[in-house]
Every structure is written in C-alpha cells, then in structure tokens.
C-alpha cells in the first residue's frame, strides 16, 4: 500500500512526493490534473479522506447482527464444512453472533463481546480452530456501514505517453499484439476503486465489485469506492484504459472489478475481509487478483499463536476455494528490504494496538503473500535492479516487476480523475497482475497454474548483484528476483514469438527415477534451418533438480545439451529459456526435450516447453 508506509507496501514521503515529468507528454500542462500523495504522520495509520467524514450514513447491510457494544471484538471460527451448521449453533450457545459464514469452506466470522469466547468455542467437538482476528474492537460503522465518498472528476489535459515501467516489461510492444480480452476479469481486492474515473470508467465492472470491509460482501453501489488513493492506483497499472488520456495498464483490454477489504479510517486489512475477498473472487469469475497488502494486524501470522493459526488457516482456505474456482492471486511482497527467507523478528506487530518486538521463525507467514499457489511478487526499479525497499528471499519471491525506487516512481490513477506518483511492491504487483491477465487474455482455458507457470517460465533473468551478498542462487532463480522480470510481450505471443513460429507441448511428462523421458514438438512452416539462438523454454517441476541432465534432440539426432544441473543443486523446479545455436538442424520435424533423470528419491513432470523460431 501506498501510503501506508509502516505497512511495508508502500514507500516513504520522499518518493510519494514526486510527480514524474518523464512520464508525461505535457508536464507543465497538468497542475489541476495530477496530484502527490502524502505519508502519514502516524505510522501505520492513514486519516480517512476528508470527504468521507461527512458521507451520509447508509442503511445497514441485509442480515446484519443487531447491535453494536463497546469491547466488541470479531474471530474466524473454522470447523469441516459439514458441520457448519453445528459451527453456527456453538457460537451463539458461547456467546457470540454470526457476523458472516462461508459455509463452503468452513469459516465462520463471529462477533462477542466476551473476553473467554474463544477459549470456551475451542472445547467444543467439531471446532477445528478459532482465533480472534484483530487486537482491538470492531468498528461500530461495521453495523451500518457508510458509503465511501464519491469523489467529484477533474477533466485531464495529459495524453497517454510511454513510461518507463511500461517500457521495462515491454508492455508498450504488448499492445501492439493485442491489449486483452474484455472477458478475463480482474480483481483489485485493496482499498477500493474510483469507478468514476475517465481512464478506469471504460474497463470497470461494477456488477462484479463490492465491500468486503468487516468480512461480509456489501453490494451496494459505490461500496467499492476508494477510502484512500492506493486501490484506483494499482487499478490504473493494471488496466487503466488506451482512450488517449493520462496512463496506459499492463492490459487495457480487459476488465476490473473492486473488491473493497480495506476498513475506512483506519484503512487495515483485516483476516476476515481478506476471506470474504478470496471467496467473493472465485464465486465471481475474476482470472486473477492482485493484492498489495498484508493481512492485518500481523505482520507475520505465526502458527504456534492460536488466533494466528486460525487466521492462516481461513485465509488459506479461501485462496484456496478462490484458485479452484480458477482464479489466481498475485500478491506484493512487502517494503522491509527483509529477507523473508530467514525470519528471525517482528517488531510491526500488532499494527492496530500497541506493537511489540517478537521473537519469529520462517513457520511464520506473510500472508497473503506466501500462501501457497499465491504469486509473490519483489520490486525492481528504474533499470531493473532491486528495489531499495523490496523484500526478498530465495525460494519466496517468484517474480519481480517495477515499483520505482527513490525519485522514479510509478505513474498512475487517482481518485477525481487525477494522476500521481507511487513507489513499492504495491506498484510492481499489478504490473504482474497485469502480464498475468494478458496470458489469460491469450489462452482462456489456461488454469491458475498454468499462468503461474508461464509468469516464470517467460520472466527475463536478473542476476544477483555482486555487491550485494544476502542475494542468493543462481541468475535464473534467485532471492531477489525470483525467476526474473515479467514480460508482457511474451505474454501475448509477440516478436520474440511470431505467429507460426512459436511452437509448444503443454502434455504433462512423468519424469521417474533413474530414467530419460522426451516431449516432442513437431515444426512445420519454417524455411530453412534453425537460428543460430533457437529460444527453448523449459517448464520442470521436479524436486531436487541437481539430478536433472536437459537436452535439445533435432529432427536430425543432434543432440544439444541445454544444461547438466550440478549434483549439489537442491532447488525445485526448472523454469528457464534456453538460447541455443541450433543453425546446423533443419527447422523442419519433431524436436525432441529430452530430460535424464539420474538419482533415485526424487521425481517430477514436464508441465510444458516450447520453440520460438
């Protein structure tokens, strides 16, 4: 999040504060078209926006619990979902109130204003968890909650121009294959979205959008407005609209839905609003979300805490429940510069009463960031280099993508029609977001694995750099970057894979021990013999790769050896592009992966692989 700085998500005055010149046509034509955000006074906490304290109060929600008390606090009860019936039962009989149920997956959001609820709930049979999700009360307004402002729209004089973060992930080229289907669906579950704006209006969808602030879905129109600036912002990176006006997305062809889960004034993120967020995504349709927050008041949700084992196991669950339905979460990785591969403190939490410094191990979760099946994305800044800020870790990040750094920032939507300027792995998650709903755009029967799996395989490499010691792993993988930087062109099957010349096998391969296995793919069309940098993309999932020896085998037998793992590798997965001088084989007939498994105790697939010409 953006300007919640303390929360890791976004980055401080300095960067907030700067408009960037570079990325506008006119820059000295915009003074009432584009505005800076601000930082807090307070860290950890944002004032809500002037004109909400004045919003009208609206109706309470259908089916609200009555009445509100002092010392109301809110829990995620989870049980089997069988018995959610039984669940509901238990909780008034304990004296609480159902606030919300997500009966598909066992998650029960409960209310009670007694101290010994939970550990009395924990005694009773089919009760799997509980745990209290926040370390202060329930907002009264979660009773009758009030409508975000709507915010009046300033008319923009600025034209749409390159930027540098566009031009990073090779978006602008992108667009020239194609800008995205308007039927993939896209999520921005943060802090709601400004509808109303001349460069987000086209692509939003507001049959799909809602508040999920206090955990349970409020449809009403408007309640996905922004309470803050940072939703429409990451909305805009992801899709803001190629009308002529102010900014280009990643994927401006295709749609947006808001999902509100931060609360106003205090613009936190609660367990239970996350869960509503997931569930409503995957109930909805939405291809994928972006989620550039974490999961308050936890910076790390440790499981060995009963409350924060609850809190990771709902929010896993509705992931879950989300993914299978075909949705994808892409997530930011967060602005501590920490090494989330080796946790060892937290002194952010809780970010809603008072933090204390705590002992931690890497059994404690950033969620929804390290869920698995979640994308976690780093930050680079301007010319790819790691962001100042970005958290990191081998084995954690999976992509990285431009989130400014310093006084380059990422220019995009704010509410009222304006324009500024945000840094963090908030801005550089729906540059991800974005690729990943241009893959979906290209290929709609593609499942959530598969877009993760093409994220990776078709990111560009960025080494470690040398001067910094804690970044660690090889130039494909490593803990800065992950598999490298998306690339929105490849994404969409551009230059580096014109139209009949780029061929792929996406059939599964076992991979057994001690045994050679081949995938092949037949050519045809292609003139001539090979190129001398024959671009061979590889995606493995295989544990312990160390034992893998990857070949390239010709139409003609020729063997080309693509890369003998040292035996000491222990990491998991290969999911690189190959450039081999393939110039003395005919491009015409079946090429052959060929993978040798050497070593007995591991095993895996060839989930797919290609040829670009």
């Known amino acids: 999040m953006s300007p919640l700085i303390s929360r890791r998500l976004g980055r401080p005055a300095a960067a907030l504060a700067v408009l960037s010149a570079m990325a506008l046509a006119t820059p000295t034509a915009f003074a009432t078209a584009a505005t800076t955000t601000t930082t807090p006074t307070v860290p950890g906490a944002v004032s809500a926006p002037a ?73 009773v049979t089919g009760i799997q968890q509980v745990g ?86 409020d449809t009403r129109t408007g309640a996905w407005r922004d309470v803050d600036t940072h939703g429409t912002h990451v909305a805009g990176t992801i899709a803001a609209a190629k009308n002529g ?14 999902v ?13 609003n996350t869960v509503c967020g997931f569930v409503w995504a995957g109930d909805h349709g939405f291809k994928v979300t972006n989620n550039s927050y974490y999961t308050d008041p936890w910076q790390f949700n440790c499981p060995n805490d009963l409350d924060q084992a609850a809190i990771i196991e709902g929010v896993k669950r509705a992931q879950e429940y989300a993914e299978g339905k075909g949705s994808l979460q892409v997530a930011a990785a967060g602005n501590s510069d920490y090494d989330l591969a080796n946790k060892t403190t937290d002194s952010e939490s809780p970010n809603d009463s008072t933090k204390v ?60 029609g304006k324009y500024g300027t945000k840094s963090g792995t908030s801005m550089a998650s729906p540059h991800v977001t974005g690729v990943a709903a241009l893959i979906a755009s290209t290929n709609p029967s593609l499942t959530p694995a598969d877009i993760r799996a093409r994220l990776a395989s078709q990111a560009n490499d960025l080494a470690c750099p040398a001067s910094d010691s804690r970044c660690t792993g090889t130039t494909a993988v490593n803990g800065f970057f992950g598999e490298g930087q998306v690339d929105a062109l490849k994404a969409v099957g551009g230059a580096t894979q014109p139209t009949g010349t780029y061929f792929e096998n996406t059939a599964d391969v076992a991979i057994p021990d001690n045994t050679t296995v081949e995938s ?41 050896l693509l890369e003998d793992f040292p035996n000491s590798d222990s990491t998991d997965n290969v999911a690189k592009t190959y450039t081999v001088n393939a110039a003395a084989s005919a491009a015409n007939g079946t090429w052959k992966l060929r993978v040798k498994d050497g070593a007995s ?7 797919a692989w290609n040829l670009t010409f």
């Open 132 to 217: 209290a999700t926040r370390t202060s009360d329930v907002p009264a307004d979660a009773y009758n909650p009030a409508l975000p402002a709507n915010p009046a729209q300033a008319a923009t004089t600025l034209t749409e121009s390159n930027r540098w973060d566009m031009t990073q992930v090779k978006a602008d080229q992108a667009w020239k294959v194609t800008t995205g289907s308007p039927t993939v669906k896209v999520g921005v579950l943060d802090t709601g979205v400004d509808d109303q704006h001349q460069d987000l209006a086209p692509n939003f969808d507001a049959a799909d959008s809602a508040s999920c602030a206090y955990g349970k879905p």
């Open 520 to 560: 092949p793919i037949t050519v045809t069309g292609v003139s001539g013999n090979a190129p001398a940098a024959l671009k061979v993309g590889v995606d493995i999932k295989h544990t312990y790769r160390g034992d893998l020896v990857l070949s390239l085998v010709a139409p003609d037998g020729t063997v080309y």
């Open 357 to 416: 410094t705590r002992t931690i191990s890497n059994a404690c979760l950033d969620i929804p960031t390290e869920l698995p099946g979640v994308v976690t994305v780093a930050a680079t800044g301007s010319g790819s280099g790691k962001a100042s800020y970005s958290n990191f870790g081998q084995g954690v990040i999976d992509v990285a993508a431009p989130g400014g750094d310093g006084a380059t920032g990422v220019y995009s939507t704010l509410p009222g």
């Open 601 to 607: 105790g591991d095993t895996g697939t060839i989930d």
């Open 260 to 272: 509100r889960i931060a609360e106003p004034t205090s613009t936190l993120f609660y367990a239970e």
């Open 245 to 258: 006006k102010g900014v280009i997305g990643v994927a401006p062809g295709v749609k947006i839905a808001s």
């Open 51 to 123: 004109a909400q304290a004045s919003a009208a109060q609206a109706p309470a929600v259908a089916g609200t619990a009555a009445g509100w008390a002092a010392g109301t606090r809110a829990y995620l009860v989870i049980s089997a979902p069988a018995d959610i019936a039984a669940a509901k039962t238990a909780v008034a009989a304990k004296g609480g109130t159902v606030f919300a149920s997500y009966d598909a997956i066992g998650v029960i959001v409960a209310h009670s204003t007694s101290t010994g609820f939970a550990a009395a709930l924990r005694t």
